[in-house]
């Protein structure tokens, strides 16, 4: 969006910053990203709360690794065996009850990728530039909400964020 | 400071003569089985019944003991007393075990055909088998009394309702708890071998004690969460199993138990697989692949893995007191079903009998239950009112 521009608030704790969000939801606000130095649970609730994100979309990948795992598996033991025709024991070539085994192994195996590569997938990692808006002191001991506002909304949000306990709010070229 | 509590006024005379009822059938049904003939249904019976009730109410103890290991303190003081409100059953089931002495020849058959193996025949002789397994049932009785006393002390109950605290539980119950739990391990393991496996004495799995004792405690967290449920109807609309969450809790520790469960058989059937030794594959071939026992023998799976495994595996049936009560109540007859086929064929292997005598006598046993879980459903209840109007 032309003629946007980014506020950068600062702020000291993860309450304030978590206020600061819940405020923006009021205001109403949805385009903005939060920094913080360590994985704050309050920020993390406000912002899910926000965005009302619901359930993560990496479940369904994880199913999807899961069935495809225990397929495999499945093919893979059987497959092998007749392929080989090896008599174990006077047992059955393909005796389903050891391959369980493997087919279980399989199906959390190809769960975990899929949970894996989607999670990296899903939140856009990895990402070798610095999301704009951010400064070295929000990895050390501050907090950061960095907001994308039009023009004319910019004086409101600002006061939003000092409201909220901003210690400063920085205003950048979009 | 919590609330005083007061006694909840609930129909407990009509409880307690369902209970007479159900004792009375069963004394009947013993008395006309003896009578009639079929002594070694009524002692196998008797066997299996009270494995069945004693292994809900000791495991309660041992349930209780593990909150306290793991300092779980999700419902202020309901969960331990939902866990302990079974133990009373624990000295009349001492009594009980004398049972077992009278149908002893009916039910070891190592009594009247000792066996060949000398190491074996020293274990399995009758009176080192009763004088053991008496002394083990009475001191974990007089263990679990006096745990629960301790659990019931005020210094204990404001320690359930401090769950935002890092403090650990009261002394006294810090040093019996895990004495509580590895007895608990120790005597149901031995239980399983002298009671069940040595029925068939020439039978042996070095995993069957772990098993079993696994088995009874997820049979326990069955009979908790469908008291629990049964209490949420019967109950004042607020209390404290009226939340959600506390269903949801009992419903995560009957999926959890289960998903073990089923973890322990297979591991347990894969090495007998593999091994297929005539010795080892007897006691499951006759069980699980001929008539008339195979059904029997695959509902006790069905029960107690597939059905919790399928049924709760999202929220919303576990904090669904319907389904949550129907699945604890389906796989407590699952875990009695497995009792049953664990005992029963070891000596009847070509009949199935399951009748008037049977019922009776399980329903006879099932009063004597309720009868002694009485006072402590009564405290159970008082507790899950108070609590919830301390919190509020």
Redesign the interface.
């Known amino acids: 969006m032309s003629g946007d521009i980014e506020l950068v608030g600062v702020f000291a704790t993860d309450d304030q910053c978590a206020h600061a969000v819940e405020k923006l939801h009021h205001a109403p606000i949805r385009g903005f990203h939060t920094f913080s130095p360590f994985p704050s649970e309050k920020i993390a609730e406000a912002v899910d709360e926000v965005r009302e994100w619901g359930r993560s979309p990496v479940r369904k990948f994880v199913l999807c690794g899961g069935i495809t795992g225990a397929i495999s598996g499945l093919v893979l033991t059987v497959g092998t065996s007749w392929e080989w025709n090896l008599n174990t024991?006077g047992?059955p070539i393909a005796s389903i009850?050891?391959y369980?085994?493997i087919i279980f192994e399989m199906m959390i195996l190809f769960g975990v990728l899929g949970a894996v590569s989607s999670f990296f997938f899903k939140s856009g990692l990895p990402s070798f530039e610095p999301s704009s808006g951010y400064r070295t002191r929000f990895g050390a001991d501050r907090f950061g909400l960095v907001v994308r506002v039009a023009d004319g909304d910019v004086a409101k949000i600002e006061t939003l964020m000092r409201e909220a306990g901003a210690e400063e709010v920085v205003r950048e070229a979009a | 400071m919590r609330p005083i509590r007061e006694p909840v006024q609930l129909n407990w005379g009509r409880l307690t003569t369902i209970a007479t009822v159900l004792v009375a059938v069963g004394v009947a049904g013993t008395g006309v089985g003896l009578a009639g003939g079929q002594p070694q249904r009524v002692w196998l019976t008797w066997l299996v019944d009270l494995l069945f009730f004693m292994g809900i109410a000791q495991a309660g103890v041992a349930c209780s003991a593990a909150f306290y290991l793991t300092q779980a303190r999700w419902a202020g003081s309901v969960h331990y007393r939902l866990a302990e409100s079974f133990w009373r059953f624990l000295p009349l089931s001492l009594v009980l075990f004398f049972g077992v002495y009278v149908g002893r020849d009916y039910i070891f058959p190592w009594i009247t055909h000792p066996v060949a193996n000398k190491v074996k025949a020293q274990w399995l002789n009758a009176p080192f088998l009763f004088t053991r397994d008496f002394l083990a049932l009475a001191f974990m009785t007089l263990l679990s009394w006096r745990f629960v006393g301790i659990s019931r002390t005020e210094e204990a109950v404001i320690w359930h309702h401090q769950p935002d605290t890092i403090e650990m539980p009261p002394k006294p119950i810090r040093r019996l708890a895990p004495v509580v739990a590895i007895s608990y391990c120790i005597v149901y393991t031995l239980f399983a071998y002298d009671l069940i496996s040595s029925l068939s004495p020439q039978w042996h799995s070095t995993l069957f004690g772990w098993w079993y004792f696994a088995t009874v405690f997820w049979s326990c967290v069955c009979a908790m969460s469908f008291t629990a449920v049964r209490m949420r109807a019967a109950l004042p609309v607020v209390n404290m199993f009226s939340r959600g969450q506390v269903l949801h809790d009992l419903g995560k520790m009957i999926f959890a138990f289960s998903v073990f469960w089923m973890y322990l058989t297979?591991a347990q059937?894969?090495v007998i697989?593999?091994g297929?030794i005539p010795t080892e594959t007897f006691f499951l071939v006759g069980r699980c692949w001929h008539h008339p026992w195979m059904l029997l023998t695959w509902m006790a799976p069905v029960l107690i893995w597939v059905t919790p495994f399928s049924v709760l595996m999202g929220v919303k049936p576990k904090k669904t007191p319907k389904i949550l009560g129907t699945v604890a109540l389906l796989g407590m007859i699952g875990v009695w079903d497995l009792n049953y086929v664990l005992i029963v064929p070891s000596l009847s292997p070509d009949k199935l009998p399951l009748g008037w005598i049977e019922l009776s006598i399980t329903a006879g046993f099932l009063g004597a239950f309720l009868f002694c879980a009485v006072p402590g459903l009564k405290q159970l209840a008082a507790v899950a009112v108070s609590d919830v109007d301390g919190d509020e």
Request: glycine share 8%; no cysteine; proline share 8%.
């Open positions: 024991g047992r009850a050891p369980i085994v | 297979f059937y894969i697989w593999y297929d």
